[in-house]
C-alpha cells in the first residue's frame, strides 16, 4: 500500500482526465489534494488503486492534463458504470419523482393530458425534484448513505436556494 503525506505531489486519474495535486491535508482515512484552486479532491486511503495514485517529482506542475484514457467509449463506460452504482445503491428515484410529480402537478393538468405551469412554478419544480431524489435516498438506505453522501445536508442547500428565489420575488 502507497503511503503519502502532507505536501507530496501525486499524479491521479479522475473521469479519465489525468491531474497533478498536492496532499494538503492527511486527515485519518483520507488523504485531501489540491489541484490548481479546484475543489479539493477526497481520496479514502484504503482505496487509492481506483484513481492510480503515484507520487510525482516535485518539480511537475500542477494542474489538470488530457489523457488518453479521456476518449468519449471509456467517459462512456465510467458514466454508466456510475449510474449503475447509483441504481443499485438508491433504487429507481427517477420513476419514483416521476410520480410524485404527477401528483404535485395534477392541478395544472389539462385534459388532453398535457400541463400548464405558471412560469413562476418553474424554478420550484426544479428545486423539489432533487429535494424528492434526496429523500429517496434516505427512504431506500434509511441505516446510511451508501455513497457517503448527504441527503440531509443536500436538502438543507436546496431549501436555501429556495429560499432566496422566494426573497428575490417579494
Known sequence: MNTFKTGDKIKFVYGGVSYIG???????????????????????KYNLDEYRITKVNSSEQTGKKASAEGTFEQMGTKLGQLVDSKQMAYGDSFSKAFKLMQVFL??????????????????????????????NRIFSNPEADLMDESPYGDMGGYSLLGKREQEKNK
Open 22 to 44: 498536492e496532499i494538503v491535508s492527511d486527515r485519518s482515512g483520507a488523504y485531501q489534494v489540491n489541484v490548481d484552486g479546484e475543489n479539493p479532491f477526497l481520496f479514502d
Open 106 to 135: 395534477e392541478d395544472y393538468k389539462n385534459e388532453d393530458s398535457t400541463y400548464t405551469i405558471p412560469e413562476s412554478l418553474l424554478k420550484h419544480i426544479l428545486i423539489q425534484v432533487r429535494i424528492i431524489d434526496k429523500q
